[in-house]
């Protein structure tokens, strides 16, 4: 049975820094590019960043870039989000996803990030 399970979420001042995680299981997760979206209140769900099987290349919403930077660890089937400079419209759940057309409908339950003075 595929699963996601996110962690790592929380409250955090503008400017600072948290660390993301999402633990996968019931895949080969090693095969499957991942992603991260995040939905904020009232929004469609948007995605963050994304990483190829391997972690060779990655990409980031305009949004994100040069602040946030996703990684993998294929041997803990595990993928990262670091986010850094944190401002309040960051604000949202966030969760990963598995980029294949295949297994699409798998999503896990989020966790909440909020940047908030």
């Known amino acids: 049975q595929v699963q996601l399970v996110e962690s790592g979420g929380g409250l955090v001042q503008p400017g600072g820094s948290l660390r993301l995680s999402c633990a996968a299981s019931g895949f080969t997760f090693s095969a499957y590019a991942m992603n991260w979206y995040r939905q904020a209140p009232g929004k469609e769900r948007e995605l963050v960043a994304v990483i190829t099987s391997v972690g060779g290349n990655t990409n980031y919403a305009d949004s994100v870039k040069g602040r946030f930077i996703i990684s993998r660890d294929n041997a803990k089937n595990t993928v990262y989000l670091q986010m850094n400079s944190l401002k309040p419209e960051d604000t949202a759940v966030y969760f990963c996803?598995?980029?294949?057309?295949?297994?699409?409908?798998?999503w896990g339950r989020g966790t909440q990030v909020t940047v908030s003075s």
């Open positions: 996803h598995i980029d294949s057309r295949r297994l699409r409908g798998y």
